[in-house]
């Protein structure tokens, strides 16, 4: 036999014996899939595809809660001017006016803007860091429990949220 299939056979054996242990250890982890996106996620229509995606450095992550922890801090405070500092350039164009911000998220994401817990989880970075995905699971003071994707880009003052989608 030769050596190679000798090691490939052994590989397996390990495999089966640890239960995957062994493979799942060496597993790159990639940001979750969108809702409703069963074949693609959201790396692979930016940054050139997953290949260009990697976990987030801990300063990227600290910058990422930051940033998010921010928002969801003006939004309890009822300061939608605040919380509107904290979007990218592009959403913040997309409204008229921070009231007409309160009463979108207001309605359609009270969670959002009352939360009472909320975790952070996993944080991954494009190679360059200018983009970042962050996976968080927030309570609000309803009682839901809702678990969201954030995706932020790094601006001259650093990461702001450019979308997020509720899992």
Known sequence: MKPRTIAAGAFVAMMLISG???????????????????????????????????MALPTERKDAIACIGGQLDAFKKDDYNKAMAFQSAMLRSQFRSPNMFRTI???????????????????????????????????????????????????????????????
């Open 105 to 167: 998220i207001r309605q359609n994401y009270p969670e959002f803007s009352n939360s009472k817990t909320v975790e952070y989880k996993s944080a991954f970075a494009s190679k360059n860091g200018q983009m970042m995905a962050m996976e968080l699971s927030l309570t609000g003071v309803n009682g839901k429990e809702v678990h969201a994707l954030y995706r932020l880009i790094r601006e001259k003052n650093g990461y702001r949220v450019m979308g997020v989608e509720n899992q």
């Open 20 to 54: 995957g242990v062994v493979l799942r250890h060496f597993q790159v982890k990639h940001p979750p899939r969108l809702k409703g996106e069963a074949d693609r996620d959201f790396r692979d229509s930016h940054m050139g595809g997953p290949r260009n995606w990697r």
